[in-house]
């Protein structure tokens, strides 16, 4: 096959304690899938979740005890770190039932979804779609995934975000509105799950603005940390 120009090398995340790379199809993200964040945007209640997506190559790989380096994006004055769990899916499908869904999760990695929060907040007034505020290069750290089965107690696992070594985010898996079945669920009602998916499962409060020369460290219990700094 001879293409116009040399396609994009595929987008990869390499995998704890193993010499293999995961393979990124998609990511998907949750929207307010905690209820003290979802208060903080001025929501309330468990609404039906819904999802948005970043690009692939918003990836910002972050290796272990490293730390990433991630440029304060264009347009913006308000830029928000907001810190998640994210799932990787080994094996698709559709209308999956919550009680099948660990059988399609390949493991797990600590992820931020980072976002313009200015950029967002006019798009809603406008009621336009605010990829603008969430999709945008270099949107999406992550640090290396871990198999499912080397960390069985995720779903009680403590998420945390420090900036410049003060504590900005703090709570449990466990606080998920949709917990991670019911969000394999309720996504793969709505899209085929592909081998490669990522889920961005949603950020506990505390989400706030960050600036050139913070430094970002955030983790999961089990999982390995990510430090990034916005340069």
Known sequence: MQFLFPPAAPVSVPVVGQDIRFPVHRIYCVGRNYEEHAKEMGFTGREPPFFFLKPADALVLVAPGETATMPYPSLTKNLHHEIELVVAIGTGGKNIAAADAH??????????????????????????????????????????????????????????????????????????????????????????????DLIYTGTPEGVAAVVTGDTLTGSVEGLQGISVKIV
Request: aromatic share 6%; with cysteine.
């Open 103 to 196: 059988k399609h999760i390949y493991g797990y990695a600590v992820g931020l979804d980072m976002t313009r929060r200015d950029l967002q907040g006019d798009m809603k007034k406008q009621g336009r779609p605010w990829c603008i505020g969430k999709a945008f290069d270099h949107s999406a750290p992550i640090g290396p995934i871990t198999p499912a089965a080397d960390v069985p107690a995720i779903n009680d696992a403590m998420i945390h975000l420090d900036v410049n070594g003060q504590q900005r985010q703090h709570s449990t898996i466990g606080k998920l509105i949709w917990n991670i079945a019911e969000t394999i669920e309720h996504l793969s009602a709505a899209w085929e799950l592909q081998s490669g």
